[in-house]
């Protein structure tokens, strides 16, 4: 792994009083629940062909530079009877993608800014929306690329979610429009965090 992913990555992100885990994906059942919840979730809901929802940054998820991180509602132990310590119990609700970009091809609020976070791949599955577990999985996400040393986000919206990203401090890039990204239009949207 590279010398910017600091910390175990089964450590959870999640509040220390949360009823809830968010974790860096470590294990191939978290893999697993990641690419669930996003086929359920921008395949089967949204129509987004199966062939363009894993693409070169799901390569070698679990020993790679990109941080898939999984959002479990419960138990914050791992199972006891699992064949590894880093496999949480719990059912998986929502997941968020991490890379760190050049802030040149995406643009940053500071200048002087090398490198920012790309947030990509936030899902919440359906039956959860609405009860804030959004809002946790984008702490989580933040919360982990602070811990990787950055201080910016960028992400591509699509735009019947735009307002949710402003609720949480993002503010859409007005000089970059909207755009077509998978047949779904997106606006970019950024924050400092």
């Known amino acids: 792994m590279g ?18 885990t968010a974790t860096v994906a ?22 987004v062909p199966a062939e363009l929802e894993l693409d070169e940054h799901d390569e070698d ?10 959002v479990r509602e419960g138990d914050a132990a791992p199972d006891a009877d699992a064949e590894t310590t880093d496999t949480r119990t719990g059912e998986a609700v929502a997941t968020a993608r991490l890379r760190v970009v050049a802030a040149d091809d995406y643009g940053a609020i500071d200048e002087a800014t090398e490198r920012i976070a790309k947030v990509e ?41 735009a307002g949710f990203y402003e609720r949480l401090g993002y503010a859409v ?18 924050r400092r965090i």
């Open 61 to 70: 998820p679990l020993d790679s530079e990109v941080d898939h991180l999984l």
């Open 173 to 190: 890039d007005d000089a970059v429009g909207t755009f077509d990204e998978d047949g779904i239009e997106h606006v970019r949207m950024r």
């Open 121 to 161: 791949r936030v899902v919440v599955a359906r039956d959860r929306r609405g009860q804030g577990w959004g809002a946790r999985v984008m702490a989580a996400v933040e919360d982990r690329a602070r811990t990787r040393g950055l201080s910016e986000v960028v992400l591509h919206a699509q735009v019947q979610a």
């Open 26 to 47: 470590a294990t191939a059942p978290d893999w697993d629940a990641v690419v669930d919840l996003r086929m359920r979730v921008f395949v089967e809901e949204q129509g």
């Open 3 to 20: 010398d910017d992913r600091p910390g175990p990555d089964g450590a959870d992100l999640a509040p220390a009083d949360a009823d809830w």
